[in-house]
């Protein structure tokens, strides 16, 4: 079987396989509470999984992933592991160059976390007009809500360890969900002005770090999310 992921490949692999793709998928997301019931792990978790299988179905590289994100507010809680945006924006740097340096051509980032998408967007830019390097993102839990909004049900589903996050997680890392564990901690939407956001620590919104109805999820769901996800992202790398 051929490889993809990068990190598991010799020099003498990477050699053959940069002869029929320039293209690599680069996962990057955090490591923060993520409710009771879910890995710290889940943002770089699920979209390194996702990288991979959409890696197979259109023959392009994944890069190892960054496991770190800029979660300040998160850092109320227990576990939550942040790095500054510009420590993130210097290595995104590195990595861009290094695949530039090694043959790659284009690069879609996979974004688990919201967190680093200002990194992503400075450092995307700046490799276009240096590298001419191709580049690409995508916000993955805003876009896997997006694209499967008629799977969901509760009322904030895409909030933060909810229904589409506990779906997804059941699915790819069934044992690492734990089901008794879980809290609702349904949203209230006090904002009057629409897109306001208040720069706030996660704790004054919920004592769990969830948002939404994880009791919503279920891994039927997670399944169809992932397969529609693979399917729309799959598609744009064969036509970009």
């Known amino acids: 079987m051929e490889k993809h992921?990068?990190?598991?490949m010799t020099l003498e692999e990477y050699g053959r396989f940069i002869k029929e793709s320039d293209t690599a998928i680069f996962p990057v997301g955090a490591t923060e509470a993520y409710g009771h019931h879910l890995p710290m792990g889940s943002d770089w978790m699920v979209t390194y999984e996702v990288a991979r299988q959409v890696a197979e179905k259109v023959n392009c590289f994944v890069a190892p992933p960054i496991t770190y994100g800029f979660s300040e507010d998160l850092m109320c809680f227990a576990g939550t592991l942040s790095v500054s945006t510009s420590a993130i924006m210097g290595i995104y740097k590195d990595v861009l160059e290094s695949l530039h340096r090694q043959g790659i051509k284009k690069v879609l980032f996979l974004c688990g976390h919201?967190?680093?998408i200002g990194a992503i967007d400075q450092v995307a830019c700046d490799a276009v007009r240096e590298?001419?390097?191709?580049?690409?993102?995508?916000?993955?839990?805003?876009?896997?809500?997006?694209?499967?909004?008629?799977?969901?049900?509760?009322?904030?589903?895409?909030?933060?360890?909810?229904?589409?996050?506990?779906?997804?997680?059941?699915?790819?890392?069934?044992?690492?969900?734990?089901r008794d564990k879980m809290i609702r901690n349904e949203k209230e939407d006090k904002e009057e002005i629409p897109d306001l956001y208040v720069y706030e620590y996660f704790d004054a919104e919920t004592p769990t770090s969830v948002l939404g109805d994880p009791f919503a999820?279920?891994?039927?769901?997670?399944?169809?999310?992932i397969m529609n996800a693979i399917k729309v992202i799959g598609r744009f790398l064969k036509e970009w």
């Not at 279920?218 to 169809?224: F, I, R, T």
Request: proline share 3%; hydrophobic share 40%; net charge negative.
């Open 217 to 225: 999820g279920s891994s039927e769901k997670g399944e169809a999310m």
């Open 131 to 178: 590298y001419g390097i191709q580049c690409a993102h995508i916000d993955w839990w805003r876009f896997i809500y997006d694209i499967n909004q008629d799977l969901t049900e509760s009322e904030f589903p895409v909030g933060h360890a909810a229904e589409v996050g506990t779906s997804i997680l059941q699915y790819l890392f069934p044992r690492l969900v734990v």
């Open 114 to 116: 919201v967190g680093n």
């Open 5 to 8: 992921l990068i990190a598991e």
